[in-house]
């Protein structure tokens, strides 16, 4: 399977777990802060399930540190969706805003990672990544 796919999974469970975190919002009537302590658990048990099927432990200071920090940045994330939610934030508009990272991740991409597609790609990754922060503005007027 390539990327892409890999990419459109991703799309389909992050989307799903939106819908699924209202809905246990809604029912239980937590503390967002309760909310990502729940989620990841989740998180836990799922990495735990790949590591136990196919266990790949190469623990090197630099690259696992790094990998806590990327997680605690998307945990201040997820904390700040969870707040919006519990405020009764309607994930039909708040979506598409919290998906502005879209461009954001393409700009620090190409700042950070000197991803710098060539000219042809440029306009369609600029273009499509514009689109996406036009659709948040839209939705959250």
Do not use: C, H
């Not at 060539?118 to 939705?139: F, H, K, P």
Request: charged share 10%; proline share 3%.
């Amino acid at each position: 399977m390539n990327w892409i796919a890999y990419g459109l999974i991703a799309a389909f469970f992050f989307a799903l777990n939106t819908i699924i975190y209202k809905i246990a919002q809604q029912k239980g009537n937590f503390s967002p802060y309760y909310g990502v302590l729940m989620f990841a658990i989740g998180i836990i048990i799922v990495a735990g399930a790949f590591f136990l099927f196919k266990p790949s432990f190469e623990f090197e200071w630099k690259s696992s540190g790094l990998a806590i920090v990327a997680g605690a940045i998307w945990a201040i994330g997820m904390l700040a969706v969870a707040i919006a939610i519990s405020q009764k934030a309607e994930v039909a508009r708040l979506a598409p805003i919290y998906n502005i990272n879209t461009i954001l991740a393409v700009l620090m991409g190409i700042i950070f990672l000197k991803e710098i597609p060539d000219v042809s790609q440029m306009i369609r990754v600029i273009g499509g990544a514009v689109l996406v922060v036009i659709g948040a503005i839209l939705v959250s007027i």
